[in-house]
């Protein structure tokens, strides 16, 4: 039994594909597959830009738990990042998805431990993906994308301050911290 402090890849895979197949989020006849890359970043080549590929970075709220000190901790500002592509002339889709952690204040170790996620945050985050992928691949227009491109953060929880240093997306300089 997974905790919500556990970072559960076939969550996100199950709803990814209960979206699709059951939702029919996504009815154009392409197959879509998720993936996962733990090293991606934000960042689009020319080259890249030019096979199709779209950026979409999401801040959910998350809980974690050190793996060294057990400590736990919720955040409102887990970044998720998705990379997308449809290949038309292949009638497939791929997202290729990178979780970003956070570090425990009390180790200080820079080891970043992957977040958590309720199913309901998954769910939340992938609706604005495919959003995002129906707007920008299929060129449907969403009337509630007001946000310019941008992802706000998703529940509106209290947590303490966010702390940028012990934020591997902030290091990285990808943070949403600044999207409220």
Request: charged share 30%; net charge negative; glycine share 6%.
């Amino acid at each position: 039994m997974s905790r919500s402090t556990d970072w559960v890849p076939a969550l996100w895979l199950e709803t990814f594909d209960e979206l699709l197949c059951d939702d029919n989020e996504l009815d154009y006849g392409d197959q879509w597959t998720l993936n996962f890359n733990y090293s991606q970043s934000d960042k689009v080549t020319k080259e890249e830009r030019k096979k199709g590929w779209k950026v979409y970075c999401h801040c959910a709220y998350g809980n974690f738990q050190c793996a060294s000190c057990s400590k736990t901790w919720p955040s409102a500002r887990v970044v998720v990042l998705f990379r997308y592509r449809l290949q038309r002339g292949r009638g497939r889709g791929t997202v290729i998805m990178r979780p970003f952690g956070q570090t425990c204040r009390r180790c200080q170790d820079d080891m970043f431990e992957l977040p958590g996620f309720f199913k309901k945050e998954v769910e939340e985050a992938l609706l604005r993906l495919i959003s995002k992928i129906r707007k920008n691949c299929y060129g449907e227009y969403d009337d509630d994308d007001d946000d310019g491109g941008s992802s706000a953060c998703s529940t509106k929880v209290w947590t303490k301050p966010h702390e940028k240093t012990l934020c591997e997306a902030c290091r990285m300089g990808i943070c949403c911290q600044d999207e409220d």
